[in-house]
């Protein structure tokens, strides 16, 4: 539908993100979107207005995402595609590995940083390779919380000494594999979570004849800081408390191996957002150490666990900053307390383990999503009013008159609103009562919606401080939903279970001012199937602002810092399964700076309806019998009935996103 010149000015005048004098540069869009917060130095805007990565976090190259997302339509690669930046990756270990290398340098540390990396922040094989690869040459080991990790885990300790720590609750099966680890010479720690853990080890060795090595939870008085601070991860419930970590050495010592306690662990929660809260843990584990080590147990490491903070963005929904340090500042931190503590009380200092996921992996994966479709809020400029218009619609229409008239208060406004609101609420009322009909009530949305539109567009330049609830209802009302093609419980979930807020941004057209407002939601039918608040300068962080969709251009949007925790979670939920994945690589050789190493398809949708037990063979016996019946009782001809089975059966390989990309429709008013 083609729209009027005045309906194109007013709605460029109702979503004024910006002031409209100077010209959008890249540089605005950077701004407005929070760039530099969180794409720390992996994400940038190009002067083209394209989103671009610098896989090596220097200047060194970059890789344009609209001129992969070209490679990839060329590939006939299907979307959403997450993609893989393996040199961010690897970038990201050489940066945590390097952070601390430089500060045990500059506070003459008497001991060595080994970093571990705990697999459950992302268990893809791949990247677990590519995290020791890239960690090698700094002795990187891993750390596993489950049985199920152990197993993955066992194989890929191939360096000479490398360390494993275990963590989490252990039953024996799993404490025996550990102990059967030690006698072939492997560095795994199993750390006691509980007393009744140890005293099982114990058992354990004895009966294999093996004294084992261990490692201790230590339960600190100290309290965690930011979101994990209370759940503290599932696992804040264990640790031994000062007394039992007493006793635990007493029973060593009194076997003659106090030396078997090697490590002492502490995990304050992910994403420690102050600093200061991580000093005072360590500081009180240092004390513990040195108190221990003056008593003659030489505890040779101290583990400070993960929690190593990533901005996400400044400005959460929830008034939530980012994390108050970087990565140096962390290491610096970690390095210095220990050493102080440990120089006051004359003491050997640690070898230090960190177990930091969410800051090796977060920067490396980037999920892209294409626009399906934009719905824009709003009535007509016009709206024909039935022959007999019900007084309902009669109202309205005055008030949309009303309304219109330039000399009208805010208040007025306000209060016009209230009307429109207990108008439409009758009028539905007396639709299911029988006494308005349908074409009444379809003038009377029409109205509704014309009047709101009317009156943000008033109400918005008013700036009326504070801000009425009228208006922030009726922007919320008005922002345009934008479907896209992907699904919040597959690829966000840390969205829809802990608010976790992530940077999304357009791709393409950066050098434009986004001249709408958008909430993204998702293919599910779920009403919680969107993304509800935002990363950006705006003070309200309820919608996205985002470009109007230009008839066939696709328009993508990039989903930032997914590597960590997203990407391999996801159930199963409206059975849209795991998005295509692409392992990209960069190279200065190459025309456009990458290469792609690897093509994992999207799950087709015969493997996701099995892992809920339904089977190609029975559905298609079922399927055929229903055609087959309705060409026999010559409800269609047998030619067509087949062309339909065969369509039918087609579709069990296509992926469970819409694989053929209808091209986004024009906007339409609704
Ligand atoms: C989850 C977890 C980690 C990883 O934490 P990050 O914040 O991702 O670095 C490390 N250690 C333990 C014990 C954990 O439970």
Redesign the pocket.
């Known amino acids: 539908m083609a729209k009027s010149a005045a309906a194109i000015a007013r709605d460029a005048a109702l979503t004024p993100v910006v002031a409209p004098e100077t010209p959008w540069t890249p540089e605005d869009s950077a701004e407005l979107y929070r760039v530099e917060s969180w794409g720390d130095s992996f994400f940038m805007i190009n002067e083209q207005g394209h989103a671009a990565v610098k896989p090596f976090g220097d200047d060194r190259l970059a890789i344009d995402f609209v001129k992969l997302i070209q490679e990839l339509e060329r590939r006939a690669i299907s979307s959403p595609v997450l993609i893989r930046f393996q040199d961010v990756l690897q970038s990201r270990v050489r940066m945590l590995n390097e952070a601390f290398g430089a500060a045990i340098e500059e506070a003459n540390y008497g001991n060595r940083y080994n970093g571990v990396y705990?697999i459950?922040?992302n268990q893809l094989h791949e990247v677990v390779e590519e995290v020791l690869e890239a960690g090698r040459k700094y002795g990187m080991g891993l750390?596993c919380?489950s049985k199920g990790e152990l197993i993955a885990c066992l194989p890929h300790l191939t360096e000479e000494g490398m360390l494993l720590v275990c963590?989490?609750v252990k039953d024996r099966s799993m404490l025996s594999l550990i102990l059967s680890a030690q006698r072939l010479g492997l560095n795994v720690v199993p750390v006691m979570e509980k007393y009744s853990e140890f005293e099982s080890l114990l058992a354990l060795a004895d009966l294999q004849g093996v004294s084992p090595v261990l490692g201790v939870r230590v339960r600190l008085a100290t309290r965690g800081s930011g979101r994990?601070s209370e759940s503290g991860?599932a696992?804040s419930k264990f640790g031994l408390s000062i007394p039992e970590l007493v006793r635990l050495v007493a029973e060593l010592e009194r076997r003659g191996k106090p030396d078997a306690l090697a490590l002492l662990?502490f995990?304050i929660?992910?994403?420690?957002i102050d600093i200061q809260v991580l000093k005072r843990a360590l500081k009180e584990m240092t004390q513990i150490y040195a108190s221990l080590h003056q008593r003659g147990v030489k505890v040779r490491y101290i583990d400070i666990?993960?929690?190593?903070?990533v901005s996400y963005g400044a400005g959460h929904a929830r008034g939530e900053a980012g994390v108050n340090y970087g990565l140096q500042e962390y290491a610096n931190a970690v390095v210095y307390a220990i050493k102080e503590v440990c120089d006051v009380q004359e003491v050997p200092t640690p070898i230090i383990v960190?177990?930091?996921?969410?800051?090796?992996t977060a920067h490396h994966s980037v999920l892209l999503v294409p626009v399906l479709e934009g719905h824009r809020r709003g009535g007509p400029d016009h709206v024909a009013l039935p022959a007999e218009p019900h007084a309902a619609v009669e109202a309205l229409a005055k008030i949309l008159d009303n309304v219109r008239n330039p000399d009208r208060e805010p208040e007025e406004l306000i209060e016009a609103y209230h009307d429109i609101e207990e108008i439409r609420i009758e009028a539905r009322t007396l639709f299911s009562l029988g006494y308005l009909e349908l074409g009444q009530l379809a003038t009377v949305e029409e109205l509704y919606w014309s009047i709101a539109r009317d009156l943000l567009g008033r109400l918005r330049p008013a700036e009326i401080d504070p801000t009425p609830a009228e208006v922030l209802e009726l922007e919320e009302k008005l922002t345009d939903r934008y479907l896209c093609d992907f699904s919040v419980f597959q690829s966000i979930l840390d969205h829809w279970a802990i608010d976790q807020s992530f940077p999304i941004i357009p791709i393409d057209r950066l050098d434009e001012k986004p001249d709408r407002r958008a909430l993204l939601v998702d293919l599910t039918c779920d009403s919680d199937g969107k993304v509800s608040h935002y990363i950006s300068a705006m003070e309200d962080k309820t919608f996205l602002p985002v470009h109007s969709l230009e008839g066939d251009r696709p328009y993508y949007l990039g989903f930032f810092l997914m590597g960590?925790?997203q990407d391999i979670m996801g159930d199963t939920h409206n059975l849209f399964g795991r998005v295509a994945e692409v392992h990209v690589y960069a190279d200065a050789d190459e025309p456009d700076n990458f290469w792609i190493e690897r093509i994992i398809p999207g799950a087709a949708i015969h493997e996701m309806l099995a892992q809920v037990q339904y089977f190609p063979n029975d559905l298609n016996r079922r399927m055929s019998d229903i055609v087959k019946r309705k060409i026999d009782a010559g409800i269609i001809r047998p030619t067509l009935g087949m062309e339909i089975l065969g369509q039918y059966l087609a579709c069990f390989n296509d992926t469970t996103y819409c694989d053929a990309r209808p091209a986004p429709v024009a906007e339409r008013a609704g």
């Open positions: 705990p459950k922040v750390e919380g963590n989490g994990w991860g696992r662990h995990h929660g992910s994403q420690i666990g993960g929690g190593l903070g960190s177990e930091s996921g969410r800051a090796i960590a925790y």
